[in-house]
């Protein structure tokens, strides 16, 4: 298929990359599944609908589907806020922003797509630097890992405004802090080795033939985040077993641990 194309189908398979492009794609799946539930007018649909088509345009690869996603989906949000009045739209435009540009950026980037029109060097910095974004957005204010590591008990309210009060016991608030110690301690890996440069088998740090490389960070960050989502998924109080929290969690560990390792496989 020519360059042109208005879409391009992906290749399927259990590489990381197609790996990858599933994980961006069941991020959007989920938000589509989530939106839509309780909608009753016709209105309530447009959300569910721009993120199917978000989703969509970003695993068929369309032109400027990327810019249209980062920027689209928030403008949207603005819009219908001041329409309505519902100034904490602008709050969840933002957060939008935040979260669905680096989903929509990190394959692209990871893959070193030639639509981005980035040398290698500058490619990898940036990819760095989104990446840190979006894993501190998702470890410390999307994430119940935090609360639970601290406290053992975590509020969270739905998308129909009902507010759940979770707590779990004490073996399980230890679990959270060896994921809370493991996340930091990936986030940290990730920032010395991919964006600052240092590599643990150069003159700069000597550690015998052992290696700690970008992806290593990568899976640490995925694994504590993954305990999270789990803690969430079991603690007392919360709301009743949601099947699609289950591709939410393997989408999360996707765009999180497959991005450093495609980028940084050969350190």
Known sequence: MSDDALYKMPTIDLSARSLMTLSQLGFFVCFTYWFSQGAESNSDYIFPGLMAVSGLALFLSVPNARMGVTLGVPALMVVMGLATKENDMVFWAVFMLAMFGPIAYMPAMATGDSTLGLEDDDR???????????????????????????????????????????????????????????GVIGVMVFLLTAVVGIRTYDDRVIMGNWKM???HGGAMAAGALAIGQYLWLVADGGPAFDFMEI???????????????ITYEDG
């Open 124 to 182: 990898m910095m940036r990819l760095g630097i989104v990446w840190l974004a979006f894993t501190l957005l998702m470890m410390f204010m999307m994430s119940s890992l935090v609360p639970f590591a601290m406290d053992g008990e975590f509020t969270e309210q739905d998308f129909d405004e009902v507010e759940y009060a979770m707590s779990i016991d004490s073996t399980q608030q230890t679990i959270a802090q060896v994921g809370l110690a493991v």
């Open 213 to 215: 490389l970008p992806w």
């Open 247 to 261: 591709p939410f969690i393997i989408s999360l560990v996707g765009m999180i641990a497959l991005p450093t390792c």
